[in-house]
């Protein structure tokens, strides 16, 4: 028994096919069938893809652990999907994406249904949190009392896009009431499969953006549309983004045709294989068609069409006429008349025949030949090895010329039809061959007619059969006797004729090799029976309820496998991705040690690395940019830029103007960084800017962002805005008022003092102003301004009402009349003749008056009494002259004198213009060396010599 006929067995035992599909694994679907849940779970768990309907009827209820969680695996469904006449309360289909609808289910009145729930009175809730498309047919739902949140709470108009006939009317009016039904959960938005916030439906159409037209959109981002490739939603834009594909699935990414097998090149001019081709099967691109299928013209088909044959497992174009059904020997065109067996004149007519439309008759006349016929001979028996089926059905008898019937290795089925021949009728007769020692039919399944094996004296192997198994049980009573006359059965052991070790007793075989086994004992691999799956090949281990069966390993498998899948190798032969192993890395994947890594999804059409930029160990390309500099398309090249997923430009960046023709940014979105300054950004400037990450400074020609306020203007927290100070402030200010500023342009005038101001704790709150009150006074103190009410002690007013500082020579506690030493109220150090000095001179006596209070100094200085010669006075004693020429030098002193004065007084008169323009008080910066103190200190020393040369005068005369 060959692997394809036992993939028969196990499709009639009602086992799962499982085929690997792009990494997928698929199953069979069921038309009207019911299974028990326990073969229901050994048909689809696991199961991604149903090639077919998927049809749950008669769920039993659940119990323990006995629940249908093993659904959740499928995505897709080729066909409907029907939940009828069960007791289960919840059903799981949470990755269900797509009902494709390509099979639909009838109805007697309306249109054609894909999705239908009915007469399932216990069920509460279907769970199809994934679902969002279902591409032909209706939605019927009825007749389920109990059911929650299908017909209330779920917009199947996103599920059918606004196709509002494709909505049985029938479906809101038989359903149960909701009233016991759990609200959906707070995240849902109303909308849910059940009252769990992990089951909220995915609207992927109504909300979507006007820019998607009639594609779906992501359902957490209904800006972000998805590509023209997807179907039921998707996670972004990209066609590997899809949860589902509308036509093919190429290794994860959705494509409208698989790679072909066969390109052009241009160098030879010949059609040459493409590496990268692959086959379609169903919706899916694989390397290799999976199980009994062929490969025919890129595609995956269950049999040739016309014009084709097999060879291996490709449908080739057939040199000729391809012969596939043929006439049986008894309506065989070639016979002679009233010849009915076979011979060389029809044998020829077998070969490369399937299907045999009739009976096939070799009888004694066949090897002996006839008046009409020629004798056959092996050549003429091997042209039968090709046939699988005969309608009608098969008698051999007294053919002496085989020791077994090998050239009928092939034969699947006798269909036992009529018109039959001999009487009873059989659908297998074998009777009286007499060289005949095994049956060698390896490949017999099944004969719905009775079977005889009578009279064949050398022939063992036959009394093993479990007819049970070929005969179906409707026709086992017609059956005949079938050791009778055969050899004996122990004569046939003693000979050593037996089954093989490897076949299993209960069935028997039809010969004495390992590949004539009815069942094997334990495996099964490519037809022969082994006793395990050490195979040439990387095989596995599949059990079913009587033996087990070596299959192959993908053929990226390098040793072993666990499954069918390329998941499911123990390590493999080229590359891995994700635990897959592939023949190459596919699309938006890199190679790193045989492991194939994803690009970033930023990037387009491959990449060499993990990086989400263009150039090596990055993407190949990607279609929107980020620039690093501001510097501007012109003088950047495609190596330096940084690839985006996102469709629109990130925070801080711009998007650029369409770059030209010939631009390596041409037909590209670029975004550039923001001025620094900006948080987001129309433009390069800082003039661009809708958000600023500092502050913005607005004014008549510019609203532009700055790291900070300049002078004259203020932050304003709250807005981040920079306004302008009051118009009487000179530099900065901590806000709007006249009382914020930190320095007046003009005056300043107090307006409060805090009582922790008078403790001298606090500051007092003074307020710019242009002029002073008329009744106030000018204090100038380093370059500020004061408006007071009096002047300081150590002050006085001038005749412009500014507070000038008294002389040094002052008590600054008393104050003075004026800047001269002699208008000091008090002296600040000694007094003399009425002038305040730093100290008595030479020659004069210093009195201590510090606790006289009418004293006007600390320390009063008085001339010395002069003490003179009785002789000096002697008229005669020549002194005359010299009295006169000191008369003369004192009256030139004097002059000298006098016109210092003037000039000083002169100078200081221009002093105080020149200060009251500026504003300025050199004496509160430097009030040791101020030019009034200078002044004062120069008309005293003067005023000294002044005195000095009176006396001389007075003396002289």
């Known amino acids: ?91 799981p289909l949470r990755n269900l994406a797509v009902i494709r609808g390509e099979t639909l289910l009838p109805t007697q009145a309306g249109q054609p249904i894909a999705l239908r729930i009915s007469r399932t009175s216990a069920l509460r809730t279907v769970d199809l949190a994934s679902l969002g498309d279902i591409r032909a047919g209706i939605i019927n739902i009825v007749d389920a009392p109990r059911l929650c949140h299908v017909t209330t709470t779920i917009l199947w108009a996103d599920i059918v896009k606004n196709d509002s006939s494709r909505l049985d009317p029938a479906t809101d009016g038989m359903v149960g009431s909701q009233s016991t039904c759990d609200s959906c959960s707070a995240q849902c ?214 020791q077994n019937l090998s050239f009928l290795s092939n034969l699947r089925e006798i269909h036992g039809l009529p018109p039959f021949i001999v009487s009873p009728n059989f659908g297998l007769r074998i009777t009286s061959n007499a060289n005949l020692t095994s049956l060698g039919l390896a490949s017999l399944q099944r004969v719905n007619q009775p079977v005889v094996v009578f009279n064949n004296r050398q022939l063992c192997y036959a009394d093993t059969i479990d007819w049970y198994s070929v005969v179906p049980q409707a026709v086992q009573s017609m059956r005949l006797s079938l050791s009778l006359s055969n050899e004996n059965q122990a004569v046939c052991v003693a000979s050593g004729q037996v089954c093989h070790q490897q076949c299993n007793s209960s069935y028997g075989c039809w010969g ?137 430009c990130p925070n801080s960046t711009y998007q650029q103007a369409a770059a030209s023709p010939g631009s390596p940014f041409f037909d590209k979105k670029v975004c550039e960084p923001c001025h620094n300054q900006c948080l987001s950004c129309i433009g390069p400037l800082a003039t661009n800017c809708p958000r600023c990450a500092n502050v913005r400074l607005g004014t008549a020609s510019s609203d ?60 007092p709150t003074y307020e710019c102003v242009a002029m002073c009150p008329a009744e106030s006074f000018i204090l100038s103190v380093n370059v500020s301004s004061t408006c007071v009410d009096e002047c300081p002690t150590d002050h006085f007013a001038d005749v412009s009402r500014n507070c000038r500082a008294c002389n040094l020579l002052c008590s600054p506690l008393h104050g003075c009349a004026g800047q001269e030493a002699r208008q000091c109220t008090r002296c600040r150090y000694a007094e003399q003749d009425g002038l305040c000095v730093a100290a008595c001179p030479p020659g004069s006596i210093s009195r201590n008056t510090t606790g006289t209070p009418s004293a006007k100094a600390p320390m009063q200085c008085q001339r010395q009494a002069n003490v003179t010669d009785p002789g000096t006075n002697d008229p005669d004693d020549g002194s005359a002259g010299i009295v006169g020429a000191g008369v003369g030098a004192g009256i030139g002193c004097l002059l000298a004198v006098v016109l210092v004065l003037v000039l000083l007084v002169y100078g200081r008169k221009r002093y105080q213009q020149w200060k009251k323009q500026r504003r300025v008080d050199v004496s509160a910066v430097c009030p040791d060396f101020s030019l009034p103190t200078i002044i004062s200190r120069i008309e005293n020393k003067f005023h000294c010599v002044s005195s000095v040369l009176l006396c001389i005068i007075f003396i002289s005369k």
Request: aromatic share 6%; charged share 15%; with cysteine.
């Open 189 to 402: 938005d109303g909308n849910c499969w059940t009252s769990s916030n992990t089951s909220c439906q995915k609207v992927t159409y109504l909300d979507c953006s006007d820019a998607c037209g009639s594609r779906r959109c992501v359902a957490s981002n209904p800006q972000i549309c998805c590509h023209t490739s997807c179907i039921g939603g998707c996670t972004g834009p990209g066609n590997s983004q899809c949860l589902a594909c509308r036509v093919f699935n190429n290794s994860g990414s959705c494509v409208s045709s698989c790679p072909p097998l066969t390109i052009f090149n241009f160098k030879t001019l010949q059609e040459v294989s493409n590496p990268l081709g692959k086959y379609a099967y169903l919706h899916d691109c694989v390397s290799s068609c999976p199980g009994i299928l062929l490969a025919e013209g890129g595609r995956c088909v269950e049999s040739c069409s016309p014009g084709r044959r097999v060879v291996g497992r490709v449908c080739e174009l057939c040199d000729g006429p391809c012969p596939q059904r043929c006439n049986g020997t008894t309506n065989n065109i070639y016979n002679p008349p009233l010849v009915d067996y076979l011979h060389p004149g029809n044998a020829w007519t077998f070969e490369n025949c399937t299907e045999v439309s009739g009976t096939i008759r070799i009888l004694l006349l066949s090897v002996r030949g006839s008046p009409t016929t020629s004798p056959i001979n092996a050549t003429d028996l091997d042209y039968l090895r090709s046939i699988r089926v005969v309608t009608g059905s098969v008698h051999i008898g007294q053919v002496e010329l085989v």
């Open 704 to 763: 532009e962002c700055v790291a900070r306020c300049p002078v004259r203007y203020y932050t304003d927290v709250p807005t981040s805005t920079c306004s302008l100070c009051h118009g009487q402030c000179e530099l900065s200010c901590s806000g709007p008022l006249a009382t914020d500023c930190d320095q007046c342009r003009n005056f300043r005038q107090l307006v409060q003092q805090n009582s922790s101001t008078v403790t001298g704790t606090g500051s």
């Open 512 to 648: 004495p090799s390992a590949d004539e086994c009815i069942r094997c004992k334990d495996f099964l691999y490519a037809g022969t029976c082994r006793s395990d799956c050490s195979t040439p090949e990387p095989t596995y281990q599949f059990s079913n309820t009587s033996a087990g069966v070596c299959l192959p390993c993908d053929p990226e498998c390098r040793d072993s496998c666990t499954g069918p899948l390329a998941s499911q190798c123990s390590s493999c032969r080229s590359f891995e991705e994700n635990g897959v192993c592939l023949s190459e890395c596919p699309a938006n994947t890199y190679n790193m040690s045989f492991l194939c890594l994803p690009c970033s999804s930023a990037c387009v059409g491959g990449c060499s690395g993990p990086g989400a930029f263009i150039g090596e160990g990055g993407c190949d390309d990607c279609n929107r940019l980020l620039l690093p500099t501001q510097s501007g398309a012109g003088g950047i090249s495609l190596e330096r830029v940084t690839c985006l997923m996102s469709s629109n």
């Open 1 to 91: 028994m060959d692997a394809k006929h036992f993939v028969v067995f196990l499709l009639q035992l009602h086992a799962a096919v499982v085929m690997s599909t792009a990494g997928r694994r698929g199953c069979i679907g069921t038309d009207n069938e019911v299974f028990t849940y326990d073969e229901l779970r050994q048909r689809y768990e696991g199961c991604e893809v149903i090639q077919g309907n998927l049809e749950l009827n008669g769920l039993e209820a659940e119990s323990g652990n006995r629940t249908y969680d093993f659904l959740n695996s499928i995505r897709e469904i080729s066909g409907f999907l029907q939940i009828r006449d069960g007791l289960a309360t919840h059903v």
